[in-house]
């Protein structure tokens, strides 16, 4: 089984302890089946001594660029990206 640790306009309402465990858990988590999923607000500041980099160093991560999602992580960054569209209102039922 797998586990999913989601967080959303990270580091918004992060505590520094919270961001340090955050770094722990994605780190060590994929060994153990545990995974982290997050979108990160670049607009906010982040924890004091806060590095974001071992966040990405061992991610694959998606940039938003030029109005869409393009991959950050060099052995898909060749690769094309393209997301499904949003269903129609009508056909969602």
């Known amino acids: 089984p797998y586990h999913v640790v989601v967080a959303a306009n990270f580091p918004h309402g992060f505590s520094d302890s919270a961001a ?3 770094i722990s858990i994605s780190q060590s988590g994929p060994r153990c089946g ?3 999923l997050l ?11 806060f590095r974001i980099q071992p966040l990405l ?14 991959w950050k992580y060099p052995l898909f960054e060749k690769l094309p990206l393209e997301l499904d569209r949003i269903p129609d209102p009508a ?3």
């Open 39 to 49: 979108s990160i607000d670049t607009d906010q500041k982040l924890p004091h001594e």
């Open 91 to 93: 056909m969602r039922g």
């Open 57 to 70: 160093d061992d991610s694959v991560h998606l940039q938003w660029v030029d109005n869409r999602l393009v």
């Open 20 to 22: 340090r465990k955050l």
């Open 34 to 36: 545990v995974f982290t």
